[in-house]
């Protein structure tokens, strides 16, 4: 089956620094999503992906499918930006099933 | 803007017995799942659902799990005999296409003791 694999795994951050996630893919994708697990576990969809480059306020993200990564930038991180960031990728086709990353821990310190 | 709701929040059971995990997808949704998530680890994918059948399911889902949608609104998972290593946060979601995000819920932490 598909691998994902995030890159890096933990992040500490002074706050209003500025970051990049990493999330390659080893097979074409129907479906790429980058969620922010709260401390409480709630997953907040943050970008439905699967091509191409979209932006929501300090947030961006790029997915380059033709090379199978796609990257999370977060500018002027913020305390609240802690948390876990997930790439998760479908490559089903046909189910939905999404393949989630390990995920990378970001702390932002004050 | 319309969210997925799962209830309860947190549960409690003891181990070997029944539990049914609860979830209201987006009314206009036609695509469901379940995922879980041990603490610590990655959220893993244990079933995809529609049209009432189950379209495609995990090594996890085994015989103690089964999925239904009882009726136009609700989506529930239950897991027939619960094990200690059934602990975790459950979450559902649903998406409208499947060339559509998937909306998440808040998820159920089930503990089993």
């Known amino acids: 089956g598909i691998q994902v694999e995030q890159s890096p795994p933990d992040l500490i951050l002074q706050e209003g620094a500025n970051s990049t996630l990493r999330c390659n893919f080893s097979?074409?994708?129907?479906?790429l999503q980058w969620f922010h697990q709260n401390p409480w576990g709630q997953l907040i969809n943050l970008f439905y992906?699967?091509?191409g480059t979209k932006q929501n306020g300090r947030l961006s993200a790029t997915t380059v499918a033709t090379e199978r990564y796609s990257l999370l930038y977060i500018s002027s991180s913020q305390t609240t930006d802690s948390g876990v960031y997930f790439c998760?990728?479908?490559?089903?086709?046909?189910?939905?099933?999404?393949?989630f990353g390990q995920g990378t821990t970001l702390q932002v310190k004050p | 803007e319309p969210e997925v709701t799962q209830t309860p929040s947190h549960q409690v059971t003891q181990m070997g017995q029944e539990v049914i995990l609860r979830c209201v997808p987006i009314s206009n949704h036609l695509y469901f799942y379940w995922y879980r998530q041990i603490l610590g680890q990655k959220v893993e994918f244990l079933v995809s659902f529609y049209n009432n059948e189950i379209s495609e399911k995990s090594e996890i889902f085994d015989d103690q799990f089964s999925v239904e949608r009882p009726d136009g609104s609700n989506f529930t998972l239950k897991i027939r005999s619960t094990k200690l290593e059934d602990s975790a946060m459950y979450f559902c979601a649903s998406n409208v296409i499947l060339s559509a995000p998937q909306h998440f819920g808040d998820g159920t932490r089930l503990s089993i003791l």
């Open positions: 992906i699967p091509s």
């Open positions: 097979d074409s994708v129907n479906n």
């Open positions: 998760a990728v479908d490559s089903s086709g046909n189910t939905g099933k999404l393949i």
